[in-house]
C-alpha cells in the first residue's frame, strides 16, 4: 500500500527524525544518491503559483536521476472540467509519485484516494507539509537538536503554522503561535498538536500577545499575512497584523542567538522587517535551500529508495 504526505500528521514521530537524518545524508552526500530514481517518473501539478517548491522538487528529482513531469492546472484537462479522480487513476498508470499545490485540503484526499501511487501535499490552504520538514531541518542544523527549542510563530494561524504546530510536536519541541483574534490556527490542529506534544515533551501556546510569545524564543518564523488567495485582504490584513511584524524589537526578546525563519516570499516592510530578514540573525536562505534536500529525501523514502 503506497504512502501518502498530505499533512505532517501523516509521519509518525520517528519517520519525522528519520526524514530529517536521510536529508542530513543527502545534503551532505548528493553523488551517493544520483541515480537512486533513475527510470523514476513524478507528475508535479499546479493549481497556484510557486517559484520554491516546483524549482525544488524538479531540481530534487532531475538530481536522483528521474524525470519530472511539471503541469499547470490551466494546462491539463482539469481545467476543463476533468474530475481528480480521474486525473490521478490516468497519472498513475504513468509516475510514480503525484505533487499536487491546491486550494482545499479535500482535493489532495481526494486525489490520494483515486491514485496508486503516493500523493504529496505540495501547499493545501490547510497545511504545507514539505515547508516543515525543510524548516526542521533547518533548525536542527542551527541549534544541533530539535527537542526543548522553542520555535514562535507570529502572524496568520495558516497553513506554515499549522504543520509547524504538528511536525513540532513530533519532534518535541515548544511551539508558540501569536496571532490577531479572529486568524488563530483551527481548534482541531491546535488539539491534535497538544495532544502528541504530551507524548514528546513538547508544548503547545496560542496566544495573541506577540511580544510574550517571543521571550527567550529559540526560533522566531513569520509567513506572508496574505496568503495565496487571500490578496484583496492584503491591506485590511496590513492593520490587523501590524502588531505581529517580526521586527529587531521582537528579535531582542528571544535568546541571543535567536534564529529568523520566513518560508517566503516575504514582504519587507510588512510581516517582516529588511534588517531582519536581511540580518545576522536570519537563517531564510539555508532554509530554502533545505527545501531542496528534505525533498529529495521525501522522494526516496515514498519510492523505496534510501
Ligand atoms: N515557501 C514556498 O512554498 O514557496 P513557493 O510558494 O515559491 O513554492
Known amino acids: 500500500m503506497e504512502r501518502d504526505v498530505l499533512s505532517v500528521d501523516d509521519l ?10 536521510l536529508s542530513q545524508k543527502v545534503k551532505a552526500h548528493p553523488g551517493d544518491y544520483g541515480e537512486a530514481l533513475k527510470g523514476r517518473s513524478v507528475a508535479l501539478i499546479f493549481e497556484k503559483p ?18 519530472a513531469v511539471t503541469l499547470s492546472a490551466s494546462e491539463l484537462q482539469l481545467g476543463r472540467g476533468e474530475t481528480i479522480e480521474d486525473t490521478g487513476r490516468v497519472l498513475s498508470r504513468y509516475v510514480d ?33 514539505c515547508q516543515c520538514l525543510a524548516d ?41 503561535v501569536a496571532t490577531p483574534r479572529g486568524f488563530e490556527p483551527i481548534p482541531l490542529i491546535v488539539q491534535r498538536a497538544t495532544e502528541i506534544a504530551s507524548e514528546t515533551r513538547g508544548s503547545v ?9 517571543c521571550a527567550g524564543a529559540d526560533v522566531l518564523y513569520t509567513d506572508v499575512w ?15 497584523f501590524q502588531a505581529y511584524q517580526l521586527d529587531a524589537e521582537k528579535v531582542s526578546l528571544g535568546r541571543p542567538d535567536v534564529t529568523v525563519l520566513h518560508c517566503l516570499p516575504a514582504h519587507r516592510g510588512h510581516e517582516i522587517t529588511a534588517e531582519v530578514i536581511d540580518g545576522p540573525h536570519s537563517a531564510v536562505w539555508d532554509q530554502a535551500e533545505n527545501r531542496l534536500h528534505t525533498q529529495k529525501a521525501l522522494l526516496l523514502w515514498l519510492l523505496g529508495a534510501a
Open 50 to 67: 510557486s517559484t520554491r517548491t516546483r524549482v525544488s522538487f524538479e531540481l530534487a528529482v532531475a538530481a536522483t536521476g528521474g524525470h
Open 205 to 213: 501556546l496560542t496566544t495573541h500577545d506577540a511580544r510574550e510569545a
Open 97 to 129: 509519485a503525484i505533487v499536487l499545490r491546491t486550494f482545499e485540503q479535500e482535493r489532495l484526499e481526494v486525489l490520494a484516494r483515486a491514485a496508486s501511487v503516493p500523493v504529496i501535499n505540495a501547499l493545501s490552504d490547510f497545511e504545507h507539509p
Open 12 to 21: 509518525s514521530s520517528e519517520e519525522v527524525t528519520r526524514l530529517l537524518d
Open 226 to 240: 496574505a496568503s495565496m488567495g487571500q490578496e484583496s485582504e492584503a491591506s485590511e490584513r496590513a492593520l490587523v
Open 136 to 176: 526542521l531541518l533547518t533548525v536542527r542544523e542551527v541549534k544541533g537538536e530539535l527537542a526543548g527549542r522553542t520555535l514562535t510563530f507570529l502572524g496568520d494561524g495558516n497553513n506554515v503554522a499549522h504543520s509547524l504546530l504538528l511536525g513540532g510536536a513530533k519532534t518535541g519541541m515548544n511551539i508558540r
